[in-house]
């Protein structure tokens, strides 16, 4: 991988890959970060500006009086997250003294990369402002979104869930309540999603992938070529946190299928014959 042949005389592109959750997100990560032409920094997930703007799973709570405080209470645990800092008193400091080190860690002084960027999947419960500062922060910036059947991505986040509770599978009735929740209806809510990104960021400038056929040439290929880097094939049997088997009932099946119905309609208008065999 590391003899590829490079790319000459184009501008570094930085990215963002908002999710889905459970949607190959950390497999894209892996393939990404032994990319020769691809430096993702120090941290598998940044989150950042999940610090500072408004996300579905905290609720409104981004105030303007608030604003700077939080930008810097960013900071101090980006620092303290990348091994910059040891302490929270002393990363504080550091960032009040320092000036941002999102984008250069990002970057880890690799001038000669064709690409840099942040995969996180929280990013996809964010707004429009958080997109719109995202585009601004660099010249040339391209969003990557991965989506994956809603039902399959959601029981799958319910079933990671009780691995690392170690619990068993609940009942019908606690399996619809927990879909509903923000943390994991909003990880699938596509429509709200698509909505609020393309209402800062410019079409060409977004790429859609789904999970499906995520693990391809013909979907990596594509992925290259909006990021501004030369094609490389994924190893993509090597499948990370696959999780547990766990069967969803046809009756649960059913019902998230209703509860999920705009997202299956909101999607299918928009790729149509595009789309991967989902739960129509």
């Known amino acids: ?37 691809v430096s993702t920094g120090p941290i598998k997930e940044y989150s950042y500006f999940g610090y500072f703007h408004r ?44 000036v941002p080190i999102y984008k250069n860690l990002l970057q880890s002084g690799r001038r000669d990369c064709r690409a840099f ?10 707004d429009r402002a958080a997109f719109s500062e995202m585009a601004a922060l660099h010249p040339k910036t391209k969003f990557v979104f991965i989506m994956r059947d809603p039902i ?12 690392r509770h170690k619990q068993d599978v609940p009942e019908t009735a606690e399996i619809l309540r927990r879909c509903a929740l923000p943390a994991h209806a909003g990880r699938t809510d596509y429509a709200r999603l698509m909505a609020e ?53 046809d009756e649960v099946r059913a019902k998230l299928r209703l509860q999920l119905d705009p997202q299956y309609r909101a999607v299918m208008e928009r790729f149509g014959p595009d789309l991967p065999p989902w739960n129509f």
């Open 1 to 37: 991988m590391r003899d590829a042949p490079t790319l000459e005389n184009a501008p570094q592109t930085m990215f963002f890959v908002l999710g889905a959750q459970k949607a190959g997100t950390s497999w894209l990560h892996k393939y990404l970060a032994h990319h020769p032409q």
């Open 55 to 98: 996300s579905l799973s905290r609720g409104p709570t981004t105030l303007p009086p608030f604003q700077r405080l939080r930008r810097l209470l960013a900071e101090a645990a980006l620092r303290r997250r990348a091994g910059l800092s040891k302490g929270y008193v002393s990363s504080v400091v550091q960032a009040l003294r320092q």
């Open 152 to 163: 399959d991505r959601i029981w799958s986040q319910i079933r990671m869930g009780l691995v």
């Open 197 to 249: 990104l393309e209402a800062a960021v410019p079409s060409e400038d977004i790429l859609y992938l789904f999970y499906e056929t995520l693990f391809s040439d013909a979907s990596i290929s594509r992925l290259c070529d909006h990021l501004g880097i030369v094609f490389l094939p994924g190893d993509y049997g090597n499948r990370v946190f696959a999780g547990r088997s766990e069967a969803l009932s």
């Open 117 to 126: 960027g942040d995969i996180s999947p929280k990013y996809s419960l964010l």
